[in-house]
């Protein structure tokens, strides 16, 4: 039995730890920065305030991850972010396919709780920080309301992933709140007063049908009369639940960290009044079997405090797409502001415009300018309200975090501040290891003099050409669409195609490419042609002139005609992609983005793929064959398609595809790292949208790794992930390595974008 005799004044347990890096917040970008550390070598302490790790994309709120492929509603083609977040998003598909919240609560711990070099304390909150001068921090306190243990953590180097700033708040750092005017940043989307300077939360509900007849009284608290207090309810439907309802939002003209328990109740009021309205009003007579699941306790938020840098990024960084020296991520989300009146306003839920392409994000928006241990990631990095609209969203923030990861593993391997690293010139150093474990930077290729791959001489059992992909599916060209076709420099190839109609009438062709290198939105036309479709079959060749300046994709455009079927193909290729000139209103994408003047965003069409099972490439023939899909492919230091495949595809007919390296003298290798095509164009949303496959089709399941003599060294079978690091116990010397490789199916061959050997790691 425990007995204290000290009556007077009693002190919490206390438990003091030492760690290399401290990180607060357990949100994407908090989990994504603790795990790329812990695995550089860094002893981490993660400090999540609440019981499970994830936050908005978490159980408690259940808002599924986006970043650059926006639903794939824009045009941004393999743009989902790479590394970390991408092993969590494909491992949760595989797993968690349908989109369980629950389920992806599990995988997130059990990725953080698998790494030794990460302490994870979960429901402890920071409330004070400790300096050692003025721009120094030296330890946070945070107390767990579970175990009544106050943790006083210390470290050299912190890092603020909260959300809502907490540790940057209490250090001093510098930061701001609200909407910057347009003559600031010449920012000319700044928001106007009227419309509001915060972001509000959201809080989500969950529905489902029981078969039978169900009740619903409302609590006294919820809202009366929604139709009126709600314009938006005109439009609702029984159907819609979860994060779909991301327009139940509330909080943008009070204070959105001091008075989010009031947001909650008024959202929580909202929330008990629609569903009364849903169950009996009358009007749905399909909710008569149907009752509330589940409704968040917390609210999801988008928008607090935004922390200074040494650089903020602003809306021009985004549309303009600007390049900077210190990049190391990227974002793709529109700049999507909401009105601050949130639910009860007439507007619009939200007001999205879009860039052309992705944008980098740069080193010096990740620290803080005046603390000089402090590291910035997720939602408070430095931003304007503007460019902040885009950078926001979870997958960005996760990105982002990954960043502060490896600086952090930078910094203390250096004995130097975040700020250090770009005063030292290691910069390049910093986007080299990034780009080492998935981390697409645009425009940065990854080269290391360690990768032995590169010394090697290079064969494979087969290269993949695209001349033909082969007919067998009809579609009516009800839509306009385009076949993505990489292409060398020089003139354009020569197509054939097939299309069918039952009448005379005229078909509208169209060869475009992009203004921008790297860019999927086809704003330049070079030829246009009007052929004529006879009854029946219609073997169509178009002999194009144009000549190519630069390695590029172009766009082999067939324009809406809904008396024509087009033949299709259901042969997919890595790096060979169809889409189509959709509307995604999910996205404020309507076909063409007409912004009104002068707002500083850009006109111009979307063209977008479908999702699998749909989203067939047009059967074509193409002559000369293109030869893009090289075994020299695997020595480029980019992981995905851009300008081109970037991988060396097999052909379908070979039997055995491999490929292999021979060095002059023997090598010894205790590492190897292999990139499989794990689609990057997927958006791989996290909650209620479930997805066709639980493993993308063009990823490499089994694979064998085989020395000069035919020794077995290494086999995989069932793989997954985009990347599979192989490290050995014991060094493999060899002159000779092959990579046999297993066709992923019948209709998609094997494919590897990159292969690296290291002797030591």
């Given at each position: 039995?425990?007995?204290?005799d ?22 994407l ?7 790329t ?7 981490v ?59 992806f609560d ?10 030794p070099n990460?302490t994870?304390?979960l429901?402890?909150?920071?409330n ?10 030296s ?8 175990n ?11 890092c ?8 940057g ?6 930061f701001?709140?609200g ?6 940043f010449?920012e ?15 809080l989500?509900f ?8 169900v ?5 006294d ?8 207090e ?45 569903w009364?309205?849903?169950?009996n ?14 409704v968040?306790?917390?609210p ?11 650089y ?10 600007h ?10 989300w ?7 009146d ?7 839920g ?10 980098q ?5 990740l620290?803080?300018k ?15 309200h503007?460019?902040?609209?885009s ?10 975090g990954?960043a ?8 203390a ?20 290891e ?17 990768d032995?791959?590169?010394?090697a ?12 992909l ?12 385009a ?8 003139k354009?190839?020569?197509i ?6 039952k ?13 921008k ?8 036309s070079?030829e ?26 172009a766009?082999?455009?067939?324009h809406?005609?809904?008396d024509v ?14 889409v189509?000139n ?12 007409t912004?009104p003047?002068d707002?500083?965003?850009?006109e111009?069409e ?12 047009v059967a074509i023939?193409?002559?000369p064959?293109l ?11 980019i992981y995905?398609?851009?300008n ?41 949303e ?27 060294i ?11 690091r ?19 199916s ?6 590897i ?9």
């Amino acid at each position: 039995m425990l007995k204290d005799d000290n009556k007077e004044k009693r002190s919490l347990r206390r438990e003091d730890i030492h760690t290399d890096y401290a990180i607060v917040g357990g949100g994407l970008s908090g989990v994504c920065a603790a795990i790329t550390a812990a695995r550089m070598g860094l002893k981490v302490v993660l400090i999540q305030d609440r019981p499970v790790l994830g936050g908005n994309s978490s159980s408690e709120v259940r808002l599924w991850i986006l970043g650059a492929t926006s639903h794939m509603g824009n045009n941004n083609r393999w743009s989902r972010e790479g590394g970390v977040i991408d092993e969590i998003l494909v491992e949760n598909t595989y797993k968690n396919k349908e989109g369980n919240p629950l389920l992806f609560d599990v995988i997130l711990l059990d990725k953080v709780v698998g790494e030794p070099n990460i302490t994870l304390l979960l429901n402890t909150a920071v409330n004070a920080v400790k300096k050692s001068n003025s721009e120094t921090i030296s330890s946070v306190s945070a107390f767990c309301s579970q175990n009544s243990v106050e943790y006083v953590v210390k470290a050299p180097l912190f890092c603020d992933a909260s959300g809502d700033g907490i540790v940057g708040f209490l250090s001093g750092a510098a930061f701001r709140m609200g909407a910057e005017s347009k003559e600031e940043f010449g920012e000319k989307f700044a928001p106007t007063a009227e419309y509001g300077e915060l972001l509000g939360h959201s809080l989500y509900f969950y529905s489902k049908d029981t078969g039978k007849p169900v009740k619903f009284i409302p609590p006294d608290f919820a809202l009366k009369n929604i139709t009126a207090e709600i314009p938006r309810f005109k439009s609702f439907n029984a159907k819609e639940h979860g994060c779909k309802l991301w327009w139940l939002e509330y909080g943008g003209r009070l204070d959105t960290v001091h008075d989010t328990e009031k947001i909650k109740w008024e959202l929580w009021k909202v929330v008990y009044g629609a569903w009364d309205y849903i169950k009996n009003s009358g009007k749905f007579p399909e909710a008569d079997t149907m009752t509330l699941e589940w409704v968040g306790t917390i609210p999801g938020k988008r928008e607090s405090r935004r922390f200074e840098g040494d650089y903020m990024l602003k809306q021009q960084d985004i549309i303009e797409q600007h390049t900077h020296h210190d990049a190391v991520a990227y974002g793709g989300w529109s700049i999507d502001l909401h009105p601050a009146d949130g639910v009860f306003s007439e507007k619009p839920g939200c007001n999205q415009w879009h860039s052309k392409g992705i944008y980098q994000i740069p080193y010096r928006c990740l620290y803080s300018k005046n603390i000089k241990n402090l590291f910035l990631t997720g939602r408070i990095i430095s931003a304007s309200h503007v460019a902040f609209a885009s950078t926001r969203v979870m997958a960005t923030s996760a990105h982002v975090g990954q960043a502060v990861g490896m600086a952090a593993y930078m910094a203390a391997k250096n004995d130097l501040y975040p700020r250090d690293i770009l005063k030292h010139n290691l910069i390049a150093q910093l986007q080299r290891e990034l780009l080492k474990t998935g981390q697409h930077i645009p425009g940065l290729e990854y080269n290391d003099p360690n990768d032995l791959v590169q010394i090697a001489k290079l064969s494979a059992s087969s290269e993949y050409q695209l001349n033909e992909l082969s007919s067998d599916i009809l579609k009516p060209v009800d839509i306009s669409m385009a076949q993505m076709i990489p292409l060398n420099t020089g003139k354009v190839p020569q197509i054939i195609f097939h299309a069918e109609s039952k009448s005379n009438t005229k078909l509208v062709v169209e060869l475009r490419i992009s203004g921008k290198h790297e860019n999927y939105t086809p704003d330049i036309s070079l030829e246009k042609h009007t052929l004529s479709i006879h009854p029946g079959r219609n073997c169509l060749q178009i002999d194009f002139t144009s000549i190519i300046s630069r390695p590029s994709y172009a766009f082999f455009v067939v324009h809406k005609n809904p008396d024509v079927e087009l033949h299709f193909s259901h042969q997919r290729v890595t790096g060979v992609l169809s889409v189509f000139n959709l509307v995604n209103k999910a996205v404020s994408n309507f076909g063409k983005q007409t912004p009104p003047e002068d707002i500083g965003v850009e006109e111009f069409e979307f063209w977008c793929p479908q999702r699998r099972p749909e989203g067939h490439n047009v059967a074509i023939k193409v002559e000369p064959a293109l030869k893009t899909f090289k075994v020299s492919n695997i020595k480029t230091g980019i992981y995905r398609p851009t300008n081109q495949p970037n991988a060396w595809v097999a052909l379908l007919s070979d039997a055995k595809p491999h490929i292999v390296l021979e060095w002059p003298d023997k090598k010894e290798i205790s590492k190897i790292d292999v990139f499989f095509d794990a689609d990057y164009d997927h958006p791989m949303e996290t909650v209620l949208m479930g997805h066709p496959e639980d493993v993308m089709p063009f990823c490499v399941r089994n694979y064998q790794i085989k020395d000069g003599v035919g020794n077995l060294i290494y086999e995989k079978k069932d793989n997954y992930q985009s990347i599979n690091r192989i490290t050995f116990d014991q060094p493999v010397i060899v002159d000779k390595l092959t990579f046999f490789v297993e066709h992923p199916s019948k209709q998609i061959p094997a494919a590897i974008f990159a292969i690296r050997c290291y002797s030591f790691f």
